[in-house]
Each structure stands twice: as C-alpha cells, then as structure tokens.
C-alpha cells in the first residue's frame, strides 16, 4: 500500500461532502451586497448619535466572517493550520500587519485584520485537531461568549454581575453534587485555568493549617513539604514556588508503569521527610494525568492522607468530565473523599477555554483565607445579602465572566449530552487503540487499554523496523516523532502533539476531546504519520 497516496484519497472523499457546504455559502454570499467601510471608522461607530444602522452592519460583516470561519473547522479538506514561522508573521503576510499604527485605520482593514488573524491561527475546533486536551468549537458555548463580551462586566459583586453571581453558585453546587459532596459542604471559583486552580488549593490548604500565615508569613511556619506522583501537571511545582513553599520541598512520589501513583511509595515518602525535619501537609492526586491519561487510585490515597491528618486534593482537570459519564465516572471512585478538586469543564466537556474550577469541600475557607474587605467594593451596609459579593474569595479583583458559556451548554445539552459526549471520545481512543495494535508499522506505548482518551504511540518507519530493541534504536526512533510534526505543521492536515517521558524516547500522544471527531479522522491521522514518515 502506498501510503503517500491514501491521504489524497480520503481528502477527495472529505471535499465532496464539504463543497456542498461551500455552494450553498457561496449563494448566501452573493445574495449580499457587502458595505463599503473603506472610509468608516470605528468613531464611526455606536455609541456615536444615530450610528445604529451602520453599527448593524460592521457587526454583520463580522457574524459572516465568523459564520465562515466556523464552517471551514468542521470540513475535513480545509486545513488545520496554514503555518508561518515567527519572522513572517512579523515581517507581515499580504496586508496582514501586527505593527500598531498612530493613526486609525479603516474598519476594512478591521475586518481585513479579523479574518488573517484566523486565517494565519489554528482551527483548534477541526476534528483533526488532536494537539491538545482542550480541542472542538461548541456553537452554543461560541454565543455565549459574545454576549459574556458584550455584557463586559466583572465577578467581584453582586451589584455589577447579578445574574452571573447566581449562575456561578449554581454551577458550583451542581458540581460539588456530582463529585459526591452533601449539600450542606462545598464552596469554590471559577479560575482563569488549572494551574490557578491547584495553585488556590495549596493555598487554602496551607491557611487551614496555618492561619497565621495571612499575616505573618512563611517566616513564622515549619518548613512544609507537600506530595504529588512523578506524572502529575507541573503546575504543582509551579505553584510551590509561587507561593514560597519551594519547589525542593514537592516530594515527588513513584508512579507504576501504567502512571499512577502507588499509594505504599506515598506512605513512605511522607514518612521519610518527617523524618528529615519537614511537615508533611499536602497530597495532590491525579484523576486524568496529561500524558498518559492515569488515574491515581483515591481511594488509596485518601486512607494515607487520612492516617497522617494530610489535605487531600484532586487535580481533575483532565479526568473531571468522566464524572458526566455513568459508564466512566467509576474510574474517579473515592473522589468524594478529597478536601478540594480542580475540574476543567474547557477540556473535556468542551467549553470554550477558558473555563476551570476550584472546588473546596470546607465551605468558608476561600472567604477567610483571601479577604481583605476592601471598602470601596465590598461594603457590608448594602440593601441586598452581601454573601454575594463573592469576590473576596479570590486572589483576584477583576475576573473574567467565565460561567455564562458553560451554563448555556449544560442548558442545551443536559448532563446527559455532556455524557454521551465523553463516552464518544473514550470510544475514539478505544478505536485509535485498536487500530494501532493491528498494524505493524505502529508500536503502543503500554499494551493496557486507555483508561482515558489519551493513546500513546510511536509510529516505527521502515529503516527501523528491523532493529533489535537497544541504544541504537531509541536514538534513532527518538527523532522520528519531531521530523513527522515538522512535516505535518507544513502540510496543515492533522495536528498530534509528542514528548518524551522518563526513558522513553519520544513518542505521539493523541487526545480525544473534540465530539467532532470521527474513525475515519483516526484512520486518516495513522495513515498521514506513515505518510510523512516512510522515508525516515
């Protein structure tokens, strides 16, 4: 089989069905006459007296740009990326400028700049776009964040963002709900990102014991140690430096060979640095880890934290949305049993990023840990309950309106669709697996069936196919994922991210999250790897 040929094919098949996409937008636009803003500008515009009509129309030319550039992610023969090395994009591709001029352009150039910025960007929302864990482009999840833009208010008080307030609480109590907390615990936030999220659940663990630390600083504590497994986010370590605890004092925990974390290496390593001097306070769990797609066993790992008094957190960030699914959320059994969970709903569950969550099983710690009270925002003499003036809770003042989009997506889908949504993508890396498991120019990384959507492999050219395992080999095979991504970044067909992990050499790490995403996506990735590849 040649399979420098076969991509074409399945392109030819791909543009057939999306050409009668493209006729049909192409008699929409010729049935619209464009305005002429070449001499309109954006003083030109609302809130300007009488501006409406004209203001109508910019705003339609921008709704078309975008309509079109939603429909081109989801046809297979448009490309994922049209890549260009920084330089040229500096140096300006075809009237595309990123220099910032003195005087204003015209809303043409506007508009010209709105659509080369996502000409020259990744589709990200393309269903063969497997780079990262949070893929796909939820039109529901869209509108909500324009009109999140165009309501462009703030989380700190109930007085500016009423509505978003309640949402927030609601969303928040549906989510401590379904990881398994009673009604009468649970508080959390919406954060700009998992790492913010873990970062938060160092921090309210660290007040929980140590309260002085709000005003008296790390001078006044022991020196802390906290624990998390060898194939955890590295925002836990991140986040040990930022908050001065210091990343020698992460004690990273043995993994077994499938990635998680094995709960006797955990016991003894929190003894080992008692020993040593320092406190044990903090364990971080992994429900989902970014390689491998491990789940830590929590049950385990909560007796542990359990007998030594230790907080339990749960970064699901990655995992979290499995919890949607009745045949997956088995998977994050014990989950109930932690002291804080992060969950991103912008990987998973396919809201647009961003979107994440700290939860906190005490209710009232983020409050006590984080507020200073200001008085210009947070007055206690208002005419309405000032509980909902939720944004002492956070590190942050301003933040960013993040739980409108969500709340319309689990509006339009129910938790049943989010469900049937995650049990697709499992079902795409089941099939991925087993794909590569029958081919022999393709070697899985562990035998095991993925416990997540994760499906690690590499793919063996022919050069190396004779080769006995050794030194030699890996080297070799250690370059091959790298030279493959370079020559798909130019094709612009597919995207999969690669590293390496431990001893392994690199190796392609595919991820499903995109319900866009069909078998015959998965056989077209295989297919082009070996495509760009044979010749290695």
Not at 314 to 333: C, I, N, P, T
Not at 365 to 375: I, K, T, V
Not at 408 to 434: H, R
Not at 480 to 485: E, L, Q, T
Request: aromatic fraction near 10%; proline fraction near 5%; charged fraction near 25%.
């Amino acid at each position: 089989m040649d399979f420098c040929q076969l991509p074409g094919r399945i392109n030819d098949e791909s543009a057939a069905r999306d050409k009668q996409q493209d006729d049909s937008a192409a008699v929409r636009d010729r049935r619209q006459t464009p305005a002429d803003f070449s001499s309109i500008y954006s003083a030109d515009l609302l809130p300007a007296s009488g501006r409406e009509e004209m203001t109508r129309g910019f705003l339609q030319e921008l709704v078309d740009i975008l309509f079109g550039y939603i429909c081109k992610s989801s046809q297979r023969s448009s490309k994922v990326l049209d890549f260009h090395h920084p330089h040229q994009l500096k140096e300006g591709l075809e009237g595309f400028s990123l220099d910032l001029p003195d005087q204003p352009e015209t809303l043409e150039q506007i508009l010209v700049d709105c659509r080369d910025t996502l000409k020259y960007g990744v589709s990200t929302g393309h269903p063969r776009f497997f780079n990262q864990l949070s893929s796909g482009l939820d039109v529901i999840g869209v509108a909500g964040e324009w009109l999140t833009s165009a309501a462009n208010t703030n989380m700190f008080t109930y007085e500016v963002s009423p509505v978003f307030v309640l949402m927030e609480e609601v969303l928040l109590r549906k989510m401590q709900s379904i990881v398994g907390w009673s009604d009468d615990e649970g508080d959390g936030l919406f954060c700009p990102g998992g790492t913010i999220s873990n970062l938060y659940s160092i921090l309210v663990a660290r007040y929980h014991f140590y309260p002085e630390v709000k005003t008296r600083g790390m001078g006044v504590l022991p020196r802390l140690a906290l624990f998390t497994s060898e194939h955890s986010h590295y925002s836990v370590k991140k986040s040990a430096a930022v908050l001065g605890l210091g990343t020698e004092n992460v004690v990273v925990v043995k993994c077994d060979e499938r990635g998680k974390m094995i709960p006797a290496e955990l016991e003894s390593s929190i003894v080992a640095a008692a020993e040593k001097g320092l406190v044990p306070f903090y364990v971080n769990a992994t429900a989902g880890t970014t390689v491998y797609g491990a789940f830590d066993p929590l049950g385990a790992i909560a007796d542990v934290c359990h007998r030594h008094t230790l907080w339990l957190h749960v970064d699901a960030a990655w995992g979290g949305g499995l919890l949607m699914s009745d045949r997956h959320r088995m998977k994050l059994q014990g989950i109930e049993r932690a002291w804080s969970v992060t969950w991103n709903p912008h990987k998973m569950m396919g809201v647009p990023l961003q979107c994440s969550v700290i939860l906190v099983k005490k209710r009232g710690l983020l409050q006590e840990c984080n507020e200073l009270g200001a008085e210009y925002l947070f007055q206690t003499d208002k005419p309405y309950d000032v509980s909902y003036d939720t944004g002492d809770k956070s590190i942050q003042c301003g933040r960013h309106v993040d739980v409108f989009k969500f709340w319309l997506m689990w509006k339009a889908k129910g938790s049943e669709g989010f469900g049937s949504q995650v049990n697709k993508c499992l079902e795409n890396a089941e099939y991925l697996y087993d794909q590569v498991q029958r081919r022999a120019d393709f070697e899985l990384v562990f035998k095991n069936k993925p416990e997540h959507s994760n499906v690690c492999f590499w793919y063996i050219p022919p050069s190396l196919r004779g080769l006995p395992p050794g030194p030699d080999r890996d080297s070799r095979l250690h370059q091959v994922a790298p030279r493959i991504k370079g020559r798909m970044m130019e094709r612009g067909s597919v995207l999969i991210g690669y590293q390496p992990l431990g001893a392994r050499v690199n190796f392609f790490r595919c991820v499903f999250s995109n319900p866009a995403t069909h078998q015959e996506d998965i056989d077209f990735l295989l297919d082009e790897i070996a495509c760009l590849g044979c010749d290695l």
